[in-house]
């Protein structure tokens, strides 16, 4: 099993649909969690972090499911600028020490107008 | 707002031929990264510098060299390149607070490099 796996997509949704995202991990005593957005040929950038309790911020909800070892994503009103790739990051260790951090393959979203 | 930025953004050498890869970043972190990011694998870290003149190796740090000169700088050096370092290079940073790095790190535009 990889560490950090994603279905890769893409997923094609039109403008307005929920679309959701998971990423499991296979550490069970890994630490902290993150979405990573990435657009074609850019940079990756933090999306959100995600908390024990879940957190929102405005459509993005994430999620973490220790026991099943899975968090999720849910993007709800999809907007054509939502189209990008989706990186789940997981520190299995120290959540204080990024050199450990494990990085997913990324899932695709194209939403359509 | 620089952030972090990263030169060359594109480069083509030819097997053997030497390069630097620098990054600079304007936020005052105190850690730096070095990342490949090649299809089909996510990204993998080459170098981390927790603070200036310390750097650790990450998970594929064969034929890199790095260098951290100061808190602002992180040089990446290539110094026979090889078909396989083929990638797209991202510097990154993140903040150092006193229980360790926090979780966000901001990226370079990315460095595509091509060996022949």
């Known amino acids: 099993r990889k560490e950090v796996e994603q279905d890769p997509g893409p997923f094609n949704v039109p403008e307005g649909a929920t679309v959701a995202f998971n990423c499991t991990y296979s550490n069970s005593a890994s630490q902290s969690f993150f979405w990573y957005r990435q657009d074609c040929r850019k940079e990756p950038k933090l999306l959100m972090s995600?908390?024990?309790?879940?957190n929102e911020d405005g459509r993005f909800t994430a999620q973490l499911n220790r026991a099943s070892q899975y968090i999720s994503l849910l993007i709800r009103d999809s907007k054509l600028s939502d189209s990008a790739t989706y990186l789940c990051v997981v520190n299995p260790y120290n959540a204080g020490n990024n050199r450990k951090l494990i990085w997913g393959l990324g899932t695709s979203l194209a939403v359509n107008p | 707002n620089a952030g972090v930025t990263q030169t060359p953004k594109f480069q083509v050498l030819k097997t053997g031929q030497s390069m630097t890869l620098q990054c600079a970043q304007d936020?005052?972190?105190?850690?730096m990264y070095w990342y490949r990011q090649d299809p089909g694998m996510g990204l993998r870290l080459i170098y981390y510098?927790?603070?200036?003149?310390?750097?650790d190796k990450g998970e594929v740090p064969n034929g890199y060299n790095v260098s951290r000169l100061n808190k602002r700088e992180f040089s990446l050096r290539l110094e026979s390149a090889a078909p396989s370092q083929t990638s797209v290079y991202f510097c990154?940073?993140?903040?150092?607070?006193?229980?360790?790095?926090?979780?966000?790190?901001?990226f370079g535009e990315g460095s595509r490099l091509t060996v022949l």
């Open positions: 995600v908390y024990s309790s879940g």
């Open positions: 936020m005052n972190h105190n850690s």
């Open positions: 990154a940073s993140s903040e150092r607070r006193r229980r360790g790095d926090t979780g966000e790190l901001f």
């Open positions: 510098s927790a603070s200036e003149g310390t750097t």
